[in-house]
């Protein structure tokens, strides 16, 4: 005869499976509530993946744009995205395409998801198929290396000539993973349009994908591309066998930083408290799903960056950031230590015990 496991209540199964099921019930309701719309996800990485995902359990008509056209022809036919959350079923109002022509017709509501490295040459090659009344969402964290713009900065750059763009920015803390599962998660969409933020807010928000909104937008993008750089120095920190003490001051130093820097270009200090600041910064420092994360992890081991990237299918942005960041705080004059400890391990060889040594012993001061 079966035994109950130990600890478990009589029918606690039932329960927990009911639980599931009201969840879907409830979560289902909210999102039939919206009006239908079509909506274009620009990039079919992971996070444009759980993003194309969202809005489709919105009930909007969505078209995803792929790079590859395996991933495509996969969307399209067995409602798999064969790279990345491979195990995950997509759902079937999600169309996928190769073509920016084709995933842009007919829609004015455009979310960007592409690494920041691209971003440009992506917009680029949208510029002819957006209107003026289009809102466009960037969901990239990063800064473009030698311009040093933001990636709201280079759309409105590649846009110049042609209209002034509705852009809004999404951050937060949201693993890609998580976001499908349905774990509940909240995120942050800033805009100086205020009808563009209440339209990101409205067509977006699920109970268990919340939105928040702000005008803050140097804010949550520097929150966002800092993160990154900082979440590498927090992996370096546990590839060398440190322990959460070490972990912990990474993060609250690393904050000062992001704090600092956006400071700098006029973003509020209450954004780096929130969830584009230090909601973010925590779940990149700390979640086994972070790229940036495992790359300082790797680092710290002592194998090469070279190496590292080179079995990773997925950009971790903090590499390319880091160049950008540390740049930028030398321009604008802003003590960035962590962020010049990364820069030295990346694109100066030091070793990862040097450069954490040569953090801990800069000369003491007040905090």
């Not at 909104?213 to 900082?230: F, H, R, S």
């Not at 060398?240 to 006029?266: D, H, P, S």
């Not at 408290?273 to 990149?284: E, M």
């Amino acid at each position: 005869m079966r035994t109950r496991q130990q600890g478990s209540a009589p029918g606690s199964q039932y329960f927990h499976n009911k639980r599931r099921s009201d969840r879907k019930r409830i979560f289902m309701e909210q999102a039939s509530s919206n009006e239908k719309k079509r909506i274009a996800v620009i990039g079919a990485g992971s996070w444009g993946t759980a993003l194309a995902t969202v809005a489709a359990r919105n009930q909007h008509d969505v078209r995803l744009w792929a790079r590859e056209t395996e991933v495509a022809d996969s969307i399209q036919s067995l409602h798999k995205n064969p790279f990345y959350l491979s195990d995950v079923t997509l759902p079937e109002n999600i169309r996928a395409t190769t073509s920016l022509e084709e995933a842009l017709a007919g829609t004015h509501f455009v979310i960007i998801v592409v690494p920041s490295h691209a971003m440009r040459e992506v917009v680029t090659r949208m510029r002819h198929f957006l209107s003026a009344d289009t809102v466009i969402v960037s969901a990239t964290k990063g800064v473009e290396n030698d311009s040093l713009m933001r990636m709201s900065e280079v759309i409105a750059d590649v846009m110049r000539g042609k209209f002034a763009p509705r852009i809004a920015v999404l951050s937060g803390p949201s693993f890609a993973r998580e976001v499908v599962k349905g774990d509940p998660t909240a995120v942050a969409v800033a805009s100086k349009d205020a009808l563009c933020i209440e339209e990101a807010q409205r067509e977006l928000s699920l109970n268990v994908f919340r939105i928040y909104t702000n005008d803050d937008v140097a804010g949550v993008e520097i929150g966002g591309a800092v993160k990154n750089v900082v979440a590498i120095g927090a992996g370096v920190v546990r590839g060398l066998g440190l322990g959460t003490n070490t972990v912990a001051a990474i993060i609250t130093r690393g904050l000062a930083e992001v704090t600092r820097l956006g400071l700098a270009l006029g973003a509020r200090p209450e954004t780096m408290a929130g969830l584009a600041g230090l909601g973010d910064l925590v779940l990149t420092c700390t979640g086994e799903l972070s790229r940036n994360r495992h790359v300082g992890v790797e680092l710290g081991r002592g194998r090469k960056l070279a190496e590292i990237l080179a079995e990773m299918r997925e950009v971790a942005e903090g590499v390319k950031t880091t160049r950008a960041i540390y740049q930028l705080s030398k321009r604008l004059q802003v003590d960035m230590p962590i962020t010049e400890s990364i820069y030295a391990l990346l694109y100066e060889d030091k070793p990862a015990i040097e450069a954490a040594n040569d953090l801990m012993g800069r000369p003491l001061k007040r905090e």
